[in-house]
Each structure stands twice: as structure tokens, then as C-alpha cells.
């Protein structure tokens, strides 16, 4: 596809469960990451990737939240045992360069994740 | 720790007006900065960018910025709005090699006829 996209573009789930989010970044670029935008927070940088590697974890709002990137391409970020105060719309968005150099972020539509 | 400070949450506005959306930011370093718009329903997409030279920087739709780098300032401005405009708009910024992108908390703006 031409742009990033992720999926679901909904999820409901109930206290408790696990859920994964799906992000497609554009061919070819090399760089991905993960945001959250929640009401009264704004966007919140969660984590990287560099290739397959994340090279820093520090944004993840907790050890249950955890993400992995395969073939540096499609990346999944898993949310254990969901809490109400994880819902949110996560976000991806990628770039062609490394980080640091000031290139646009290309982000997709996002997931709204909600946790009853 | 880096942050961004967008001052107004909402602006209403008509129609053909000129805006202003405000954005703060505090950095002791080299900084690039960013001007992202959200649509209702859409995602985020790049209005302009601040990296070097100029200080005034021209993006799609008409906007334009000025960076200020002893005000830390980098507000978003517009001569002549549009019904089409209405949005989201978010001031985002990063330390020069940093991989983090760290963003205000938006201003959204409502264009009225």
C-alpha cells in the first residue's frame, strides 16, 4: 500500500485480556514507531525501531506492554492483562532515514482501543 | 526533560479570518520542530517542519511558521482560513539526533461560517 496502515481499526476487549495491535509501515522504510493518544495526555511516544531492533524500551507505560518488529517490516505491539486506563488510540507512523535527521513521520490511522 | 506547551486547547475562529495556534517549546539544545495537522477521522500528516536556515517556514494549505529561537516559540499562522481547516493541530519537537518526537497536547481549531 502506499501509506501505513494498522489494524484493527477498532478494538473492544474487556478488563483482564490480551490484545495486539498490527501496524504496516511503507515499503521500505527503515524506521517505525509507536504512539499513544489519549484524552488529557496528547501523544505520547511509546517506542522504536531501528530495523528489527528497539534500541530504547523507556516510553512503554508498563512491563505489560511490549512490542516486536519482524523482517523490518510489520511491527505488533501486545498489551497483557488490558486495563481501563489503556484505552487509547495507538498510533504508527515510519520514516525512510534513521531518526535525528528531521524527516516526517508518516503515520497511520491509528487503532481505538477500548478496555470496558 | 523535553516539552512543548500548545497555550490555546481550542480556537474558534470565521471564516476567511487569520489564526494564530501558539506553541511553546523547552529545549536546551538544537532542536527540529514540527507542525502536524489531524482531520476529523484521519490521521496525522505533516504540515511544515523547522530544521535550519530561515526561521520562517512555509507549509501546504497557506500556513506558515516562525521559528524564535530566544522566545522558544514556533507559532503556526494562517492570513485567511477556511471552512476545510477545521482540525487538529499539533507542535511537535525533537532534540537533534534524538529518535523522540515529543508533541503539545493540540489546539483545536473550529472555522465557523
Known amino acids: 500500500g502506499a501509506g501505513v496502515s494498522q489494524s484493527p481499526s477498532n478494538k473492544v476487549t474487556e478488563k483482564g485480556k490480551d490484545v495486539e495491535l498490527r501496524c504496516d509501515p511503507i515499503?521500505?522504510?527503515?524506521?517505525l514507531y509507536w504512539y499513544r493518544q489519549s484524552l488529557g495526555q496528547g501523544l505520547e511516544f511509546l517506542i522504536y525501531f531501528q530495523g528489527n531492533s528497539a534500541p530504547d524500551k523507556s516510553g512503554l507505560p508498563s512491563d505489560r506492554f511490549s512490542a516486536e518488529r519482524t523482517g523490518g517490516s510489520v511491527s505488533t505491539l501486545t498489551i497483557q492483562r488490558t486495563q481501563q486506563e489503556d484505552s487509547a488510540v495507538y498510533l504508527c507512523?515510519?520514516?525512510?532515514?534513521?531518526?535525528?535527521?528531521?524527516?516526517?513521520?508518516?503515520f497511520g490511522p491509528g487503532t481505538r482501543l477500548t478496555v470496558l | 526533560a523535553q516539552s512543548v506547551t500548545q497555550l490555546d486547547s481550542q480556537v474558534p475562529v470565521f471564516e476567511e479570518a487569520p489564526v494564530e495556534l501558539r506553541c511553546n517549546y523547552s529545549s536546551s539544545v538544537s532542536v527540529y520542530l514540527f507542525w502536524y495537522v489531524q482531520y476529523p477521522n484521519q490521521g496525522l500528516q505533516l504540515l511544515l517542519k523547522?530544521?535550519?536556515?530561515?526561521?520562517l517556514v512555509k507549509g501546504i494549505n497557506g500556513f506558515e511558521a516562525e521559528f524564535n529561537k530566544s522566545q522558544t516559540s514556533f507559532h503556526l499562522r494562517k492570513p485567511s482560513v477556511h471552512i476545510s481547516d477545521t482540525a487538529e493541530y499539533f507542535c511537535a519537537v525533537s532534540d537533534r539526533g534524538s529518535e523522540k518526537l515529543v508533541f503539545g497536547k493540540g489546539t483545536k481549531l473550529t472555522v465557523n461560517p
Open positions: 515499503s521500505g522504510h527503515t524506521a
Open positions: 507512523a515510519s520514516t525512510f532515514m534513521p531518526p535525528g535527521v528531521g524527516e516526517e513521520q508518516f
Open positions: 523547522y530544521l535550519s536556515g530561515s526561521t
